[in-house]
């Protein structure tokens, strides 16, 4: 994940270049498609958004956004593809009257310890919220980790850390969220 073609070409969306955003998402799509599955992969409602629609909707709520570096783009992108599987969650929610919840199960490669075996998307993203007041780096970390599918050393080079700091932060946010889940 080489930081410069992409500072090059946020450089040029910056500076107005023509066509320099459409080449920024495809020199980035790729990664962010294994983002969107690392977010869709495990929701059991089938109607949930895919991966291509997540990423291209997305796109389409970031396209007049602009981004100081890697860390902003991949963030922007991460927070907001979060934003959309909860949208849509609460509609389907509505939608049902109340009546059953769609699950989202934490894979076993990422699982934080609990109880419960699986969460919903809604119940994640208060779990993060929380997490980013008590610690807004864990966050990240988390959701570049566990919706994002990103290794330590590519989170590391995303939030401009070590990969020990990496690990830190992540041995933090399960404690701190297996706190959370055990107590409620």
């Given amino acids: 994940m080489s930081d410069s073609p992409i500072t090059r070409l946020l450089n040029d969306v910056d ?12 020199r980035v799509k790729d990664e962010l498609r294994a983002m969107a599955r690392g977010y869709t ?3 059991s ?14 796109y389409v709520r970031l396209a007049n956004k602009a981004f100081v570096n890697r860390r902003h783009l991949f963030a922007a992108y991460a927070r907001v593809m979060q934003e959309l599987l909860v949208d849509s969650a609460r509609k389907r929610r509505a939608a049902k009257r109340g009546g059953g919840q769609p699950e989202q199960s934490l894979p076993a490669t990422h699982a934080l310890p609990s109880e419960k075996d699986s969460l919903d998307a809604l119940e994640v ?5 929380g997490l980013r007041q008590a610690n807004p780096r864990a966050a990240d970390v988390v959701e570049l980790r566990f919706f994002g599918g990103l290794s330590e050393a590519d989170i590391a080079e995303v939030l401009g850390v070590a990969p020990r700091t990496v690990r830190r932060d992540w041995l933090t946010a399960r404690e701190w969220l ?3 889940l055990t107590s409620g």
């Fill in 178 to 180: 297996r706190g959370r």
């Fill in 125 to 129: 993203t208060d779990l993060l919220a």
């Fill in 45 to 58: 409602d089938k109607r949930a958004p895919g991966a291509t629609s997540l990423v291209g909707e997305a």
């Fill in 15 to 26: 500076a107005g270049i023509p066509g320099a955003r459409d080449r920024l998402f495809e």
């Fill in 41 to 43: 992969a495990n929701e």
